[in-house]
């Protein structure tokens, strides 16, 4: 459990990383009350000058010593070294929330959206665990629908951007973009096929059943946070030669009747959510404007008029900020509110 303080010894894992330069930026942009800020990353990167609010902070190896003194620490450098190195953080009474897919499912981890679950938070042991990007923007927006009408069904196709990824897949889509411009010949590194001016229907590895670990992350991952293994999700999740940005389509089915009207009323009202609908003047959430925001965008809110109570959307998040970073430093902050 986090103890009250004033300020507290904060340590990024992963901070060379996409996710963890961006959760360094919040940290900073949010004023955390940061004591001091440990940066963490392989030997790689060991010596790298990072700046936080104006000091440079010089990035550590991580190894399973570090965690004693440090009271939050916030990781995103794989599952496997999450796996690894948390509950040797949790054992020397650090708080970790976690970005990778490690912890998610496991019973004695809460996984936790602040809009959505907060609650949750009470009975962490140690270890949060964040929830996958694509997740996290459909249940900021599912949420007040469950409460309002109860969701049956949930139909998901997403529209992911390289930065999930991570760093390399950034440079790989760049890469490819100004070589294929340029008539070279291009060969995939990061993804099994070209990402420039394609999209992939495959995140992650695929399982037994047909469907990707992402696909599955998504329904498990749903049910858990919104609290209702009743709520039947169905994904298809794609990557796009977007740089940063998630975009999702969602059909949402539900047992009370729900106008297009009722669900904008519900969602400008929903903490996290900018309802952005205006077709007739092409107003309707892009990646590239919700790029460095906060909120979850929704809009193309209409009825689904082929079932009884069925509403078709748009919505796009940061997947760095909102998907990763973000919600990541609001479960902290909520874990100092609690404290
Ligand atoms: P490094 O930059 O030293 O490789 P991304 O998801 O954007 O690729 O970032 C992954 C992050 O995880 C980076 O900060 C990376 O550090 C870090 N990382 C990868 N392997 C290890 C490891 N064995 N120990 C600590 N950090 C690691």
């Not at 953080?89 to 998610?104: H, I, P």
């Amino acid at each position: 459990m986090l103890k009250k303080k004033e300020k507290y010894v904060v340590a990024v894992v992963g901070a060379t990383g996409a996710v963890g330069h961006e959760m360094v930026a919040v940290l900073e942009e949010r004023n955390f009350p940061v004591e001091k800020l440990r940066l963490f990353a392989s030997e790689r990167s060991e010596g790298k000058i990072m700046n936080f609010h104006d000091k440079s902070v010089t990035v550590e190896i991580l190894t399973e010593n570090v965690f004693k003194g440090i009271d939050i620490a916030l990781f995103s450098a794989g599952a496997e070294r999450s796996l690894h190195y948390a509950p040797f953080a949790a054992k020397a009474g650090c708080v970790v929330v976690d970005n990778s897919s490690a912890w998610r499912m496991d019973p004695e981890v809460p996984l936790v959206v602040p809009e959505v679950n907060p609650h949750d938070l009470k009975w962490h042991k140690g270890i949060i665990a964040n929830p996958n990007c694509s997740t996290i923007q459909m249940v900021v927006v599912l949420k007040p629908i469950h409460d309002a009408a109860k969701i049956k069904r949930v139909v998901v196709t997403t529209f992911q951007s390289v930065s999930g990824t991570g760093k390399k897949a950034m440079d790989e889509l760049l890469n490819q973009t100004s070589d294929l411009l340029n008539f070279k010949e291009i060969s995939p590194l990061v993804y099994p096929h070209q990402i420039a001016f394609n999209c992939l229907p495959q995140i992650d590895k695929f399982m037994d059943d047909g469907y990707t670990k992402e696909e599955i992350k998504m329904v498990n991952e749903t049910k858990k946070i919104m609290g209702d293994n009743s709520i039947k999700v169905t994904a298809t999740t794609v990557r796009v030669p977007v740089f940063r940005g998630h975009s999702e389509a969602l059909n949402i089915e539900t047992e009370n009747k729900l106008s297009a009207n009722d669900v904008r009323d519900l969602l400008s009202k929903a903490p996290g959510v900018i309802v952005y609908d205006v077709p007739e003047k092409n107003v309707y959430p892009l990646p590239t404007l919700c790029v460095g925001k906060d909120e979850v965008y929704a809009g193309r809110i209409r009825e689904d008029n082929t079932i009884e109570n069925g509403i078709n959307m748009w919505i796009a998040a940061d997947n760095l900020r909102k998907g990763a970073a973000l919600n990541a430093v609001q479960i902290a902050e909520k874990l100092i509110e609690m404290a």
